[in-house]
């Protein structure tokens, strides 16, 4: 491919124009669901705000595209047809200019016509920059956040680089790094941001990219695992390495000299956007593998404050949103890999539209619309849908000079594309300026008085301080904590002993826990005994258990017998007589303390209380109950076959107690397991609940734990079993004959055989499509959300083209010159176990520490290429049906 500019005629795809109202406002499945609509209908017809208030309801289909009436959707230009790979980040110059980079390769400019629209010019930069997923334009120069493996032709590391234009010629030429960075793949360095007052840039980076030592920080770095209970990490080896505090957002300025450290603890946090008030949001992951689990969070939306943390730790040992040392969300949205956030601002767009943020999901091809209200110092988010296509991979998105909406499609070398949203339907959609809300101005301005003290010694404000440590605001009070945190210890060392306040108490503990020495640790331990615990509010009562909890988890030295038996007193009258959440935290502390008469209410409670209908919420919001499609059926096996998960916490914290226990209870307990694996869950459930039974069997006497393991075995679900070989003859199959054979055999295709090449292939040892199948890589029952045919045949015939992250094998070279290969499972303080057959996860290696020379990450797939050349061309047809059908045997794939 010539890699000179490109000039190309517009690809002005109006979608279609036969506009349709889309499944999602019609497929209503439950009477809940229709209470819901009538009253969100009743607060339209009700409310006296106008209706350029309130979010366009009826939706068009345009094409395989939704989004609300009045709006128009246009494919502008695809990047794969010219060799240009698959574009991830965007921004645009001062005249209007886009700017993009392809995940694996350059950065390109883009000039759109001023015209009639007929041209755009496509030129890529001519010197060494590319794989930038994050991209800014600032003040003549262009800022880029790259995101490598240092393994590409571009010779480029993970890193921060400013672009600029040496010789004044008008052209950008010269490439700086200004700071290299630790982390890469789809969970390193990420995205770029101006602050509102135009002095700093902003950055935020995923939970795979290290915090240099040398940053100042406005969370003081005594950041821990910080869970009362041992961790069961992640059985897919996914983060196994990982530590707190996890994602973070760091600021800087334009030449990256001075950084400061802002906020942690997110998982995956890809962009983020400054709102009117100029307060910074970002769009934070799930780990899907988790659905089902008390630690699992959905994807959510996260006010991104000075000093934040969200509670981002590997495997089980997540933060509740409810624990005082870190911020919930504002908004959780159900399931899906969030991507670009964009502000509203300046676009052509009716007002609604214009004050809030632009949320992208990857996953499943939609983009949210979060309309922002100051709630205090912070903010609740009506959050609806945008616009959907399947598939439409979103990954970042500007808005133009001409007021329109561009946004991307692509990443993982997917088919990629530039699309343009505009409006002309019959609200006023003229630019309006935005201004800061009146509503919250003076809790925000408190807070962030509070904030100032984040990065600045004050002595003479510690009264200040410590008086907002019990306001009534969360955020508030927050923000208070870590300003006091910031400053010397000895200024507020002995507040606690003046202290009246629950709430200035709790957090008095919560920092004495990080700050202090074991003598101070006691006494706060001794000040939180002394409080009326029965009489405090539910938030209170979660905080004095996260205040007690955090402060025996930073101990040093042991507890006395004499404070432990005071703490279960306080506790264990009211256990299992609480709420949901504070008995859940109740039984981690009295497990932890090793109190054993709480066994047997907790088991009868795991026996009787097996509901599951109050768990749902966090999985069927309005988006997902309508549309199915999209998000329904990736839930949909779970949701029918729910686990309880306030149990399986049970079952957790039972699992560490050592002694006490009767035979008779230990039976019902470990007969509890083979009930809780015939439940579905994520794709780790079944081994995170085997993961648990393994942490209690080390607490049976070696002589009897095989017989308790026994009782709670579940027959192996036979994914293996009938096996119908594969008729042949086969071919040497590339990802253009394997298309070619699925078009042509596409009105003979068979679900039964496809579900048989899938097994007799050998993807089900490592992929599950409906439930069923192995963990080892990617869940394929929402395959065709996320790819075209093309890519999903071009994934098994080459599946080394990309890997993704999560599933990448990683090389460990040994002192003895021995390679082991494989995904690390486990890890402790001396030794490493690796996971090193796809096929057979149980199959592991384990080394010390000691014997670790390197370790790399392997460019080579675990998944073998050429596993369908036994398949003949029906046969080759009928598997890719299967997976395009999702496992569902009543796909209109089959009509």
């Not at 500019?5 to 229709?34: A, G």
């Not at 017998?561 to 008995?583: C, D, F, G, H, T």
């Not at 560490?656 to 579905?680: D, M, P």
């Not at 994520?682 to 006497?701: C, D, T």
Request: a negative charge.
């Amino acid at each position: 491919m010539d890699n000179s500019r490109i000039l190309v005629k517009l690809n002005r795809i109006r979608l279609s124009t036969n506009w349709e109202r889309t499944n999602s406002i019609m497929n209503f499945k439950t009477i809940p669901t229709i209470f819901s609509l009538l009253m969100g209908f009743a607060i339209v017809m009700f409310s006296c705000e106008s209706s350029e208030d309130q979010p366009i309801i009826e939706q068009v289909t345009i094409g395989n595209i939704s989004l609300p009436v009045g709006f128009e959707i246009e494919e502008v230009y695809k990047p794969g047809e010219n060799d240009q790979g698959s574009w991830v980040s965007i921004t645009k110059d001062d005249q209007g200019r886009l700017y993009a980079s392809s995940q694996y390769g350059n950065i390109y400019r883009v000039t759109l016509s001023q015209s009639n629209g007929d041209e755009l010019l496509v030129e890529p930069l001519d010197f060494n920059i590319g794989m930038a997923q994050g991209l800014l334009w600032h003040d003549d120069n262009l800022y880029a956040l790259v995101n490598s493996n240092n393994n590409n032709d571009l010779m480029m590391r993970s890193g921060f680089y400013k672009v600029t234009d040496s010789d004044g010629d008008g052209e950008l030429d010269d490439v700086k790094l200004l700071r290299s960075f630790v982390g890469n793949g789809e969970h390193g360095p990420h995205n770029i941001e101006l602050s509102p007052d135009g002095k700093s840039l902003y950055l935020v980076l995923g939970n795979h990219t290290d915090i240099p030592e040398d940053l100042n920080s406005t969370i003081p770095k005594v950041w821990g695992e910080d869970n009362l209970l041992p961790v069961i990490k992640d059985p897919s080896g996914h983060a196994n390495s990982r530590t707190a505090p996890g994602g973070w957002v760091v600021k800087t300025d334009f030449e990256g000299e001075n950084w400061m450290i802002m906020s942690v603890g997110m998982r995956n946090t890809y962009d983020f956007a400054f709102n009117a008030d100029g307060e910074l949001f970002g769009f934070d992951s799930d780990m899907e593998y988790d659905m089902g689990m008390p630690w699992y969070r959905p994807i959510r939306l996260i006010h991104l404050t000075s000093g934040a943390e969200f509670g981002w730790r590997t495997g089980t040992g997540k933060f509740l949103a409810e624990y005082p040392d870190n911020l919930p969300g504002i908004a959780d949205l159900g399931q899906g890999s969030p991507t670009g956030v964009m502000s509203g601002a300046g676009l052509k767009f009716p007002s609604y539209y214009q004050n809030g943020l632009y949320l992208f999901d990857w996953s499943y091809g939609t983009m949210y619309y979060a309309s922002l209200k100051p709630e205090g110092s912070s903010y609740t988010a009506k959050v609806t849908e945008f616009l959907s296509g399947v598939p439409l991979p979103m990954t970042n998105g500007i808005v133009g000079n001409d007021g329109a909406m561009y946004f991307l499609m692509g990443g993982r070398r997917l088919e990629s594309a530039l699309y343009r949203v505009t409006y002309n339907g019959e609200r006023n959609a003229e630019i309006k300026e935005l201004t800061e809300n009146r509503k919250g101005k003076g809790d925000r301005e408190l807070r962030k008085e509070l904030e100032v003290l984040h990065t600045k010694k004050a002595p003479d404000q510690m009264e200040f301080i410590i008086d907002n440590l019990d306001n009534n605001d969360r955020f508030i009070r927050y923000a208070a904590r870590v300003a006091m945190e910031n400053q010397d210890y000895e200024l507020w060392r002995d507040e606690i002993e003046k202290s009246a306040s629950v709430l200035k108490t709790v957090n008095l503990s919560l920092s004495i826990a990080r700050h202090a020495e074991d003598p101070d640790r006691i006494a706060a331990l001794n000040a939180l005994m002394e409080i009326d615990w029965i009489n405090l509010s539910e938030a209170e009562k979660m905080d004095h258990i996260r205040a007690v909890g955090l402060l025996n988890t930073r101990l040093e030295g042991e507890l006395s017998s004499q404070l432990r038996n005071e703490i279960v007193a306080m506790y264990q009258p009211v256990y299992l007589k609480s709420s949901q959440l504070i008995n859940q935290e109740l039984a981690k502390m009295l497990s932890y303390l090793q109190a054993s008469n709480m066994i047997s209410p907790t088991l009868v409670k795991m026996e009787t209380d097996t509901a599951t209908t109050d768990l749902k919420a966090i999985y069927l919001s309005g988006e997902v109950t309508g549309r199915s499609e999209q998000y329904g059926k990736d839930v949909e096996r779970m949701l029918a076959n729910m686990p309880n998960k306030q149990n399986i916490s049970y079952a957790k914290s039972l699992s560490v107690i050592k002694e006490g226990w009767t035979i008779e209870q230990r039976e019902r307990y470990f007969l509890w397991y083979k009930n809780a694996l015939k439940k579905s869950g994520g794709l780790m459930y079944a081994r995170f609940i085997r993961r648990i039974q393994g942490v209690a069997l080390e607490n049976v006497p070696e002589s009897e734990r095989q017989y308790y393991e026994a009782l709670g075995e579940e027959s192996d679900q036979g994914y293996l079993t009938n096996l119908v070989q594969p008729k042949g003859p086969g071919d040497d199959w590339t990802g253009v004959s394997a298309v070619r054979a699925y078009e042509k055999n596409l009105s003979t295709v068979n679900f039964e055989n496809g579900q048989n090449m899938f097994k007799s292939t050998l993807c089900v040892s490592c992929h599950s499509v409906s439930g069923k199948g192995g963990t080892a890589g990617p869940e394929l029952t929402q395959v065709r959300t996320r790819f075209a045919i093309g890519d999903l045949v071009e994934a098994i015939v080459n599946p080394t083209a990309v890997v993704s992250d999560r599933y990448r094998n990683t090389i460990y070279t040994l002192k003895n010159g021995k390679k082991v290969i494989g995904r690390l499972i486990n890890e402790t303080e001396n030794q490493m176990e690796i996971s090193t057959n796809a096929f057979t996860p149980s199959v592991t290696t384990k080394f010390r520490k000691s014997q670790l020379v390197s370790q790399e990450a392997s460019m080579l797939s675990p998944m073998p290429p050429a596993l369908i050349n036994r398949l003949n061309d029906q046969e080759v047809a009928d598997l890719i049906a299967y997976l395009m059908a999702g496992g569902n045997k009543n796909s209109e794939i089959y009509k």
